[in-house]
């Protein structure tokens, strides 16, 4: 069952590019659902970079681990991550090598299974906004079918300020709303400017600000939640004894 108290909103996390701390948000994210009494589950539709752990048998992919770790609801494996992919490369290629194709409407069908059993779904996508699945299609293609809102994850380094535009128009055209952004200090090294650079893109993105983060050794999504305010996104606060813990790791009902 979900939880009758608050109405919550399921949320696509895109990025500006590869490795800017998509996953660290979109779990500080879940734990921010969890602590206002959400069942909230991590999804990632497709994830490409595997290791078979001796332990279980199983091939397990990073930021699938860490979403589920994340995530006071325990999602099914197979509507949690559709497509998982051995090789940590552009997911086309990845599909292609192991003789594959990434079916957009088996991953909607997976998340609207999901969003019924769960009270928030949190969906991580993969490498930047527009990354393809195959000749056709791609990342953004999903995004606007799934039609959810979008908080994006901004690296700040070098070339933040037109992959952030460029991706926030990309959002706009295909119809969605951009509900806020983040602004990450990916990089160990100190973003020269950096100040001015998110001044710039606080004045030319119509999204709130919903943090900025600073490099965090290690990135964890504990460490970040001080620093992102969810607040807009969230109902109101429950009380700690009526909110759920990611410890817990529900069983679906």
């Known amino acids: 069952m979900t939880n009758p108290q608050a109405p919550f909103q399921h949320y696509f996390i895109a990025g500006t590019d590869t490795e800017i701390g998509k996953t660290m948000i979109s779990c500080a994210l879940l734990l921010a659902l969890a602590r206002h009494g959400a069942r909230a589950a991590g999804m990632k539709p497709v994830a490409a970079g595997a290791e078979l752990h001796v332990g279980d048998g199983a091939w397990h992919n990073e930021d699938v681990d860490l979403l589920a770790a994340h995530s006071n609801f325990r999602a099914p494996p197979e509507l949690a991550n559709p497509y998982l992919f051995r090789q940590p490369i552009a997911p086309h290629i990845a599909a292609a090598l192991e003789g594959r194709s990434i079916e957009i409407p088996h991953i909607l069908d997976c998340y609207r299974r999901l ?94 600000l919903l943090g900025r983060v600073p490099h965090l050794a290690p990135a964890q ?33």
């Open 115 to 208: 969003a019924g059993m769960a009270d928030a779904v949190v969906v991580e996508g993969v490498g930047g906004f527009r990354v393809p699945f195959d000749a056709r299609h791609d990342s953004a293609d999903l995004a606007r079918q799934l039609g959810l809102p979008v908080i994006m994850v901004v690296g700040l380094r070098l070339g933040c300020i037109s992959q952030a535009l460029l991706s926030a128009e990309a959002i706009a055209a295909r119809g969605l709303r951009l509900a806020g952004w983040v602004a990450n200090h990916a990089g160990a090294a100190e973003m020269p400017f950096a100040d001015e650079n998110c001044a710039t893109l606080i004045d030319r993105l119509d999204a709130p």
């Open 221 to 253: 999504a504990a460490s970040a939640l001080p620093y992102l305010d969810f607040s807009s996104l969230l109902p109101p606060l429950l009380p700690p004894s009526a909110a759920i813990s990611p410890s817990s790791n529900l069983q679906q009902e």
